[in-house]
């Protein structure tokens, strides 16, 4: 028993098996085979470490985004002249990522709590009867006025009327507005960190650049009219709207457009050429959107200004029509890594095999010689017969 172990052990350790090899001069096999095999190296070769890049890690970055917004705008209203600036027609004001510039508006002023009668037209009546209180979203108090023939309402009087919305838009002048973008980006893995602000974008270049895309490309300068045109939008089309049920042109009260900063940086080269690409994209209010049965049109907030006068609380009401902005950083950073590299050889060398799989399926089932081959390639054995080579072995070594 203990020689057994041992001679097992010797064996194991000692010697070397490798597989039989048969050498097949068959044309369509052999072609079928270099066919498969040049396949592989092209899929390995082109699109494993020429289009993927398998031979780098990767990693996304963690980035901040600030903006500020410049501009003018100029409205008169009934002979009301009216300055708007940055404060007043950016929302939010503390440079987000994501805001709001208004295009047009309804205003209230002088707006209190109390009691008054509904809109003509909204909330009809011909008695107190039909002013239930809690019936409809204002707060009723059951009471119908006479002289207007609409239920009294307690709310913030006089009650808000946006059914006619200034067309054109009162604040087209946003279309000169210029948007200011900073963005810092960090690659962790590689301890690389970047800003938009990149070597060639001083301080000199910034007080006369304007973005365009060929020729100043990297320019963090935006004016909000190129903004609209380059998303594929019509920017007076997307600040107004003049939607009615019997038209067949929608207009668009208002929509949202998405500025990507994209980051995509091959770190083997130098970090100096790791620049962002500005893209622009209409993501709300397209106006060859023709569907009249929209659940929402536009878009618009409600903004109020709160006051005291006479020690009574006011405030101005401004339903603001605008475009959102929405500024998105997408990023992917490489770098040569062996690791990936060994994988990506690794994975290469397993899929050659599927061209000897191939093959033998071919020479074993669908050729004519296929027993022939079978009995080439494969030898069997049977433990109580000897093997003619080794009883030749025997008999010479008699001799």
């Given at each position: ?183 810092s980006v960090t690659f962790p893995m590689f301890g690389i960190s970047r800003s938009n602000l990149v070597e060639d974008v001083d301080a ?196």
């Open positions: 028993m203990k020689s057994q172990i041992t001679n097992t052990l010797s064996d194991f350790f000692f010697e070397y098996e490798t597989p039989r090899q048969v050498l097949v001069r068959n044309r369509r096999v052999g072609v079928a085979c270099r066919v498969i095999q040049a396949g592989v190296l092209a899929y390995i070769i082109g699109w494993v470490f020429i289009y993927e890049k398998g031979y780098q890690s990767t990693d996304i970055a963690v980035s901040s985004v600030f903006t500020k917004m410049k501009g003018v705008g100029y409205t008169s209203i009934n002979g009301k002249e009216r300055v708007w600036d940055e404060a007043d027609f950016v929302f939010p004001p503390q440079g987000d990522s994501s805001f709001v510039v208004m295009t047009n508006y309804i205003i209230t002023e002088g707006q209190e709590m109390r009691k008054c009668p509904e809109l003509q037209g909204s909330h009809n009546c011909s008695s107190d009867s039909d002013c239930e209180e809690g019936r409809f979203k204002r707060q009723m108090t059951g009471v119908c006025e006479k002289a207007t023939k609409t239920c009294e309402v307690l709310a913030w009087c006089p009650v808000e009327n946006d059914h006619d919305i200034p067309d054109p838009a009162m604040l087209l002048s946003a279309e000169n507005y210029t948007l200011f973008i900073k963005n000199e270049y910034i007080s006369k650049c304007l973005h365009d895309p060929k020729d100043s490309p990297l320019c963090p300068i935006f004016r909000l009219g190129d903004i609209v045109r380059l998303s594929g939008f019509n920017f007076e089309t997307i600040a107004r709207e003049s939607c009615t049920v019997c038209d067949a042109l929608v207009s668009r009260q208002g929509g949202a457009i998405g500025i990507v900063i994209d980051w995509t940086c091959n770190l083997d080269k130098d970090v100096k050429h790791c620049r962002p690409k500005y893209n622009f994209h209409g993501l709300y209010g397209n106006p060859a959107e023709t569907d009249k049965a929209r659940a929402s049109v536009g878009y618009n907030f409600r903004y109020a200004k709160y006051y005291l006068e006479d020690k009574v609380q006011k405030r101005t009401l401004l339903k603001v029509f605008g475009i959102r902005f929405d500024i998105i950083v997408q990023s992917l950073a490489r770098k040569f890594d062996i690791i990936p590299t060994l994988t990506a050889i690794g994975s290469g060398v397993g899929i050659f095999g599927v061209a000897t799989v191939v093959c033998d399926l071919v020479l074993l089932h669908l050729l004519p010689k296929r027993e022939f081959y079978k009995n080439m390639k494969f030898k069997s054995t049977d433990s109580h017969k000897q093997d003619p080579d080794s009883e030749a072995c025997s008999t010479e070594t008699e001799k």
